[in-house]
C-alpha cells in the first residue's frame, strides 16, 4: 500500500474536490452503498480511486468506480444501484444516504484532512481516522454480544466501556453514528438504550 501512497497526488485532489464532496464520498461507502465518481479530467478520478483504496485499506471493503460522464451517459443502466457524484454534485442519490445535516462524523474527519500542510501527513491521517473508526465499530459489535433487548448497553455502560478501553469518551453525536454504521455496513441492530449524551473527546 505505500507503493500506491505514492503514486496519489493529494494535492491535485485537495484543489479540485471540496469538503463537501469528499465527505459524501465517505458517508456513502460507510452506508455501504455503490459509489461510481464522475470525472471531468480522467487523472482526478484515477488519483481519487488509489486514495479510497489507500485510506480503506485494512478496514471496510468498498464499492468505488470512477467513470467519465461520457461512459456514464452510454451505461447509465449499470449504475442504478449506485450513488452517483460528480467533482462538483450529487448526481443521484436514490438511497437519500447524503444528508449534510447528519454528516457530522464525515465532515470532521475531511476537514482534518483538508486543514494539514503536509499532504502525505493528510492522507495518512485520513487512513488513520477511518481505521480508528473501524475498531470502534468492531469493538461495540463485541461489546453487544453481551447484551440483550432485555439486557440492553446504556449510555454509561458504553461511555465506561470506551473510557477503559480506549481512554475515549463517547458522546451523543458519535454514539448516533456509530449506530447508524453499525446498521447499514454491518447489518448489526445494537440492544441499546437511547439516552446518550453529546460528542467524542481524547
Known amino acids: 500500500m505505500d507503493d500506491l501512497l505514492e503514486n ?4 491535485l485532489i485537495k484543489i479540485n474536490l471540496n469538503a463537501r464532496i469528499l465527505a459524501s464520498i465517505l458517508r456513502g461507502l460507510f452506508y ?3 459509489i461510481l465518481f464522475i470525472y471531468e479530467f480522467e487523472s482526478i478520478g484515477e488519483h481519487l480511486s488509489n486514495l479510497m483504496k489507500y485510506i480503506f485499506d485494512d478496514s471496510f471493503e468498498i464499492d468505488f468506480i470512477i467513470r467519465s460522464m461520457e461512459e456514464y451517459k452510454k451505461n447509465k443502466k449499470q449504475f442504478k444501484e449506485y450513488i452517483i457524484i460528480s467533482e462538483s454534485k450529487i448526481v443521484n442519490d436514490k ?8 454528516m ?6 475531511v476537514q482534518q484532512f483538508l486543514a494539514e500542510d503536509d499532504i502525505v501527513s493528510n ?11 473501524y475498531i470502534l465499530f468492531k469493538e461495540l ?4 454480544k453481551e447484551h440483550s433487548k432485555k439486557n440492553p448497553m446504556t449510555s454509561k455502560s458504553i461511555i465506561d466501556h470506551f473510557i477503559d478501553t480506549r481512554d475515549i469518551k463517547i458522546q451523543k453525536v458519535y454514539i448516533d453514528f456509530l449506530i447508524e454504521i453499525i446498521k447499514n455496513y454491518f447489518k448489526v441492530e445494537l440492544n441499546i438504550v437511547s439516552d446518550f ?5 481524547y
Open 8 to 11: 496519489i497526488d493529494g494535492y
Open 32 to 34: 455501504n452503498k455503490k
Open 95 to 102: 438511497a437519500k444516504v447524503i444528508n449534510q445535516k447528519k
Open 104 to 109: 457530522k462524523i464525515e465532515n470532521s474527519v
Open 123 to 133: 492522507m495518512n491521517l485520513l487512513k488513520n481516522e477511518i481505521q480508528k473508526l
Open 141 to 144: 459489535i463485541e461489546l453487544n
Open 197 to 201: 449524551t453529546n460528542f467524542i473527546s
